[in-house]
């Protein structure tokens, strides 16, 4: 049987993979992207952020991306029977898209741009100089450098360091709502469990969701919550709901400071590699960040590995860290009760709730930005619950 032979070795075609594969093999690197499980959907709201397409404007032209642009977001408290809406306007691009169609255009562009398509699972990895891939079918190929761009339950995580534990994990479970569309987002944060409700439109349908940390919660207790939800706010009367559930990484301030990202011949982007902001669960800004510093290290002499780990945790790493330490403080009733009343009265709360649905807020400065509100109820709620617990 003939060996391929490459440079780097793609494990997954989501965003992350597709990207990284395109980049490299566009610069003149032999990259071989492995992944069968192309075309499908992915459980998952599908938002690409402004700043998320800005990232692949050469692979995904924003005007090429179907789906749905957002024009706000519907904040929602069942219990006291509230809502508050936040206008989101042109600068802060939210599009909403099918991911069977967005991941299928990376996917393809990777393959325009070089990159060697092998639509098969990984089932084997044996590492050296080089490694030695082995795919569900039967082919081997070897590669200097084996990227992990497959997800939470990553085969290689899981073959050079170690699988995520449960809690590092978020469970989410939801339902495609077919036949009912919208132009809006809905968010309900709740308490019991921690989490948050969302609803994002596709333009076809909704993809309604509920995620919580595996250690507080069950796909069973959080699918309670959500069919009780569906039931009172009627988001998807009518519709035909088709159920899912997943895992995501929700990873602890400490985490990202110490979970491996890389080693010497291996690395990990995206989910794969725990970058999923913890209070949103999104993951596809960061999948596509990371794919593009990963690319760069491995396009340089030395070390790629040490190289793509610094850069990660100071670009990505500190932010994300920050979001897992004030989460703790975000799904308190009594921080739900002062945003919606501050939403109800306040543009400038406004301005930054949208910006933090948009991506394009830091946490580690949205402390001073609240505080220049002048909602200072709002701010100290948060931030004594996420720095001072009881």
Same mark, same amino acid.
């Given at each position: 049987?003939?060996?391929?032979?490459?440079?780097?070795?793609?494990? *997954?075609?989501?965003?992350?993979?597709?990207?990284?594969?395109?980049?490299?093999?566009?610069?003149?690197?032999?990259?071989?992207?492995?992944?069968?499980?192309?075309?499908?959907?992915?459980?998952? *709201?599908?938002?690409?952020?402004?700043?998320?397409?800005?990232?692949?404007?050469?692979?995904?032209?924003?005007?090429?991306?179907?789906?749905?642009?957002?024009?706000?977001?519907?904040?929602?408290?069942? =219990?006291?029977?509230?809502?508050?809406?936040?206008?989101?306007?042109?600068?802060?691009?939210?599009?909403?898209?099918?991911?069977?169609?967005?991941?299928?255009?990376?996917?393809?562009?990777?393959?325009?741009?070089?990159?060697?398509?092998?639509?098969?699972?990984?089932?084997?990895?044996?590492?050296?100089?080089?490694?030695?891939?082995?795919?569900?079918? *039967?082919?081997?190929?070897?590669?200097?450098?084996?990227?992990?761009?497959?997800?939470?339950?990553?085969?290689?995580? =899981?073959?050079?360091?170690?699988?995520?534990?449960?809690? /590092?994990? #978020?469970?989410?479970?939801?339902?495609?709502?077919?036949?009912?569309?919208?132009?809006?987002?809905?968010?309900?944060?709740?308490?019991?469990?921690?989490?948050?409700?969302?609803?994002?439109?596709?333009?076809?349908?909704?993809?309604?969701?509920?995620?919580?940390?595996?250690?507080?919660?069950?796909?069973?207790?959080?699918?309670?919550?959500?069919?009780?939800?569906?039931?009172?706010?009627?988001?998807?009367?009518?519709? =035909?709901?088709?159920?899912?559930?997943?895992?995501?990484?929700?990873?602890?301030?400490?985490?990202?400071?110490?979970?491996?990202?890389?080693?010497?011949?291996?690395?990990?982007?995206?989910?794969?590699?725990?970058?999923?902001?913890?209070?949103?669960?999104?993951?596809?800004?960061?999948?596509?960040? #990371?794919?593009?510093?990963?690319?760069?290290?491995?396009?340089?002499?030395?070390?790629?590995?040490?190289?793509?780990?610094? /850069?990660?945790?100071?670009?990505?790493?500190?932010?994300?860290?920050?979001?897992?330490?004030?989460?703790?403080?975000?799904?308190?009733?009594?921080?739900?009760?002062?945003?919606?009343?501050?939403?109800?009265?306040?543009?400038?709360?406004?301005?930054?709730?949208?910006?933090?649905?948009?991506?394009?807020?830091?946490?580690?400065?949205?402390?001073?930005?609240?505080?220049?509100?002048?909602?200072? *109820?709002?701010?100290?709620?948060?931030?004594?619950?996420?720095?001072?617990?009881?």
């Amino acid at each position: 049987m003939r060996v391929v032979q490459c440079d780097v070795a793609v494990v *997954g075609g989501g965003p992350s993979g597709s990207v990284i594969a395109a980049t490299l093999a566009a610069r003149g690197a032999r990259v071989v992207l492995l992944d069968g499980s192309h075309p499908r959907e992915k459980p998952c *709201g599908g938002g690409f952020t402004g700043r998320a397409l800005a990232l692949v404007r050469e692979l995904l032209p924003a005007h090429t991306l179907p789906g749905v642009r957002v024009d706000r977001a519907r904040f929602t408290d069942s =219990r006291r029977g509230r809502e508050s809406i936040v206008p989101l306007p042109d600068a802060r691009t939210l599009v909403v898209s099918s991911r069977r169609e967005s991941d299928g255009l990376l996917f393809a562009a990777a393959a325009e741009r070089g990159a060697v398509v092998i639509p098969a699972r990984v089932v084997a990895i044996e590492p050296g100089r080089p490694h030695t891939i082995v795919t569900a079918d *039967g082919q081997r190929l070897t590669a200097r450098w084996v990227v992990g761009a497959d997800g939470t339950n990553s085969f290689v995580r =899981r073959r050079f360091t170690a699988p995520f534990t449960r809690a /590092q994990l #978020s469970v989410a479970t939801g339902v495609y709502a077919h036949g009912v569309s919208s132009q809006e987002i809905v968010l309900e944060l709740v308490d019991q469990p921690a989490g948050y409700i969302w609803s994002f439109p596709r333009p076809d349908h909704l993809a309604i969701g509920i995620c919580a940390q595996a250690t507080d919660a069950t796909v069973g207790s959080v699918r309670e919550v959500l069919t009780r939800w569906l039931a009172d706010s009627r988001i998807a009367h009518g519709a =035909r709901l088709e159920p899912y559930s997943w895992p995501i990484p929700s990873l602890s301030a400490a985490d990202f400071t110490s979970v491996p990202l890389a080693g010497d011949g291996w690395l990990t982007i995206g989910d794969a590699a725990g970058l999923v902001d913890p209070i949103t669960r999104e993951g596809i800004y960061f999948a596509l960040q #990371s794919a593009l510093v990963a690319a760069d290290a491995l396009s340089r002499d030395g070390a790629p590995h040490l190289r793509y780990t610094e /850069q990660v945790r100071d670009e990505m790493g500190a932010d994300l860290a920050a979001a897992a330490a004030l989460k703790a403080g975000f799904f308190q009733p009594r921080f739900t009760h002062l945003l919606l009343d501050a939403l109800d009265s306040s543009t400038r709360v406004q301005a930054v709730m949208a910006d933090l649905v948009a991506g394009t807020q830091p946490y580690r400065t949205i402390k001073r930005r609240l505080l220049g509100t002048m909602e200072f *109820g709002l701010a100290w709620t948060w931030l004594r619950r996420a720095y001072l617990p009881a």
